[in-house]
């Protein structure tokens, strides 16, 4: 019996140690080497507009950018990852999946909230200075001043070694 409860308090301490890590692991920059990759519709010209070389690939950030979340299930298995957050009025979901030595974060975007695209380029700068803001950075940064009136952001965490989302 006490060896026992010796087990279980040496693995509670372990897992919230564990989970203290990788918690407080996630927010920071992204490293010069890893590349932030865009995927979705209108990645070319949205890339141009922030300097990217190019749509695609992968990347400690990835950007996912569709028009309507119903989209959102068709970009590389990523809907999953967004999953009932990508849905209704929301405009901007964060997934941040951070591990003690790889933090990963992707960020979904509802393109409607900026127009239909239709008229792209020039890419509106409000939808510019969010990309912008979201690639900075490995946590969450605050929305531009230009679109808080879309309503806040929504986060969720992916847990590591497929432990689902928060």
């Known amino acids: 019996m006490r060896k026992g ?22 927010p920071g920059t992204p490293p010069a080497d890893q590349p932030v990759a865009l995927i979705g519709d209108h990645a070319p010209v949205l890339s141009q507009a922030v300097g990217l070389p190019g749509p695609g690939g992968t990347g ?64 509106p700068s409000c939808l510019r200075a969010v990309l912008v803001n979201e690639m900075s950075t490995l946590g969450a940064p605050d929305v531009p001043e230009c679109a808080q ?8 965490w992916q847990l590591p070694f497929g432990m689902g989302l928060l």
């Open 5 to 26: 409860l010796a087990a279980l308090g040496i693995g509670a301490v372990a897992t919230a140690g564990l989970l203290w890590v990788i918690l407080n692991a996630g």
């Open 60 to 123: 400690t950030v990835t950007v996912a950018a569709v028009r309507e979340w119903t989209q959102a299930r068709y970009l590389q298995g990523l809907g999953e990852v967004c999953g009932d957050s990508c849905e209704g009025d929301a405009w901007l979901v964060r997934v941040i999946a951070p591990y003690p030595f790889d933090t990963r974060k992707t960020v979904f975007i509802r393109l409607s909230a900026f127009g239909d695209g239709n008229d792209w380029p020039p890419v």
């Open 149 to 156: 009136a879309l309503g806040p952001a929504q986060r969720r």
